[in-house]
């Protein structure tokens, strides 16, 4: 693991205990409110020449949420640090390649409530955040057809290594609800979250990568539990 991927390791553990003492406190003395946000990947692409297709995986984190303005309830600002795992699929009918890819993501959104009242709260949200890659995984196989033999796959997998310490930049942007059940809240939301830089991977296998450039855009449906 990379000196830097530690830092940001300890900043989000960091992050994570620094809303412990507000459990102690009820609802309406709380600036900051703590609560768990976990979200699947729909649909994404790990390129920006690439076509999107189904993603599997998802993302689990904590939820630190602080309301800006007093006089604008609101409005609210979120941050969320948080694991994920991510497959992308590049492949055809002979030949299919994998990547796994694991991540810690530190993004900040604004969120407006478009409505206080009604039963179901349904927000807007947009914010940006950094992505620093832990490991990428890349796995498949290829299918052989020799002409006095029937056609057979070999499988193969190999660890991929970014060329530069350095993660992603992403923009991120959902709509949703929030369902208010006393002092707990649940919201859900359909998020995009867009890499608006790239980084590059080197193949350590004999095997050719087609995952050389990574820039990720993924549609996520995400959602959690803010005490």
């Not at 076509?51 to 979120?78: A, F, T």
Request: charged share 15%.
């Amino acid at each position: 693991m990379t000196r830097p991927t530690k830092r940001i390791l300890l900043i989000v553990w960091m992050a994570a205990l620094s809303g412990y003492p507000v459990f102690s406190q009820t609802p309406e003395e709380r600036d900051v409110k703590v609560g768990l946000v976990v979200g699947i990947n729909g649909f994404g692409t790990y390129g920006s020449k690439a076509p999107w297709r189904s993603v599997g995986g998802g993302m689990i984190g904590v939820d630190l949420s602080y309301q800006l303005l007093k006089n604008v309830p609101r409005l609210s600002l979120h941050f969320q640090p948080n694991w994920e795992k991510a497959y992308y699929r590049d492949g055809s009918r002979e030949e299919n390649n994998d990547l796994i890819h694991q991540s810690i993501n530190l993004p900040i959104l604004l969120r407006y409530k478009l409505s206080s009242r009604s039963r179901f709260r349904p927000f807007l949200e947009i914010g940006a955040g950094y992505r620093a890659g832990l490991k990428h995984h890349y796995k498949g196989f290829t299918t052989l057809c020799p002409i006095i033999a029937p056609c057979h796959r070999l499988p193969y997998e190999t660890d991929l290594e970014p060329t530069s310490t350095r993660g992603s930049i992403a923009l991120l942007a959902g709509v949703g609800a929030e369902l208010p059940l006393g002092s707990v809240r649940i919201p859900i939301s359909f998020r995009v979250n867009q890499s608006i830089s790239s980084y590059s991977l080197t193949n350590s296998g004999s095997n050719q990568s087609t995952f050389n450039e990574l820039q990720t855009s993924t549609l996520q449906v995400v959602t959690g539990v803010s005490f």
